[in-house]
């Protein structure tokens, strides 16, 4: 079974930084994407950032800039480094990955269980 955990997150100051990571973890073949959405409160789910296995990165115009996606393939593992937090950036941040699970035929994507972002002084 794969899963996908994420930490990181919680209270920051507007204008500060906050990390997330997210390690998947279980019976996997390979991952090529893994990325990063956030939903806001009454809002849909929108995409933050995803990065290739080849480490090549795509931003949201909106965190252009300011957001930093990387990831570890030994560890299986992406990141998300989030700085000058804006007060449009609070929202729950859900981790995906597009898996090769061991046993499956063909790729799937796979969600973290999500991790706050608040931004208040």
């Known amino acids: 079974q794969v899963q996908l955990v994420e930490s990181g997150g919680g209270l920051v100051q507007p204008g500060g930084s906050v990390g997330l990571s997210c390690a998947a973890s279980?019976?996997?073949?390979?991952?090529?994407?893994m990325g990063w959405y956030r939903q806001a409160p009454g809002k849909e789910r929108e995409f933050v950032a995803a990065?290739?296995?080849?480490?090549?990165?795509n931003y949201a115009d909106s965190v252009k800039g300011r957001f930093t996606i990387s990831r570890d393939n030994a560890k299986k593992t992406v990141y998300l480094l989030m700085n000058t937090l804006k007060p449009e950036d609070p929202a729950v941040y859900y981790c995906?990955?597009?898996?090769?699970?061991?046993?499956?035929?063909?790729?799937?994507?796979?969600w973290g269980q999500g991790t706050q972002v608040t931004v208040s002084s």
């Open positions: 279980g019976s996997i073949f390979s991952i090529d994407y």
């Open positions: 995906y990955a597009d898996i090769y699970a061991d046993g499956l035929i063909g790729v799937r994507d796979y």
């Open positions: 990065v290739s296995s080849g480490c090549s990165a």
